[in-house]
């Protein structure tokens, strides 16, 4: 995460695991919490930023989609829909995530 993202998402907690999609299927994701009281605009700012840097990161050869989703004014994630949906490709989308934020 470069110091840009860290700076927009300030003191929020940041989570990387996998969700299931509403199909079943692995879904790798950034969980972000932000103290209450965060303006929606900085949560909706700082998961454009992540989802940029998932992209950017993302190898050529990768056909996962980078979403962004704020599920209220505090909580909002970035995932990766993913094209195949298998555990492997799970696998190496959760591991760029984990770089991203390490």
């Known amino acids: 995460m470069n110091d840009t ?4 998402i300030g003191s929020a ?4 695991g996998q969700a299931a999609s509403r ?8 969980e ?8 929606f605009r900085k949560l909706r700012a700082a998961l454009h930023m992540l989802a ?11 056909s996962w989609v980078v979403q962004t989703d ?6 909002g994630r970035i995932y990766l829909e ?3 949906g298998n555990e492997r490709e799970a696998a190496r ?4 995530l984990r770089r991203l934020c390490a």
């Open 13 to 16: 907690t940041i989570k990387v």
């Open 32 to 39: 972000v919490r932000t103290p209450k009281g965060t303006h």
């Open 70 to 75: 704020a599920t209220s004014d505090e909580r």
């Open 52 to 62: 940029a840097e998932a992209e950017l990161a993302t190898p050529a050869g990768e």
């Open 93 to 96: 989308g959760l591991e760029l």
């Open 5 to 8: 993202t860290k700076k927009a």
């Open 82 to 84: 993913l094209a195949d």
């Open 23 to 30: 199909y079943g299927t692995p879904e790798p994701q950034i």
